[in-house]
């Protein structure tokens, strides 16, 4: 008996996520497209870490290449969508202290 297809998680936008994610060199786009496909299939990204100062659930791909080093932050535990928070290019070595504000629901 064939196997059943996996389900695909959707991916919901928030903020100006999508359209910062677009403005990106199409091999991290790429990169990070695959990475997000992976979770959206209940896998875990290749290079990835926990960002508690967003809240549980939340979690930042980490993409790097000669362009630089790229970040995505996405949340995962609603059950309707993977939401993608912020995505941007990491510009220092450390890691800036924002205070974050999320609001589950909303769509982009």
Known sequence: MPRPTPRLKPLTFLGSSRDDLREMPAAIRHAIGVELMTVQLGGAPTDF???????????????????????????????????????FQKKT???????W????????
């Open 49 to 87: 870490k926990p960002i508690a100062s967003v809240g549980a659930g939340a979690y930042e791909i980490r993409v790097r290449d000669v362009a630089g080093a790229f970040r995505t932050v996405y949340v995962t535990k609603f059950a309707d969508s993977i939401y993608v928070l912020h995505a």
């Open 101 to 108: 504000i999320w609001r589950g629901g909303g769509t982009n």
């Open 93 to 99: 070595q450390k890691t800036l202290r924002r205070t």
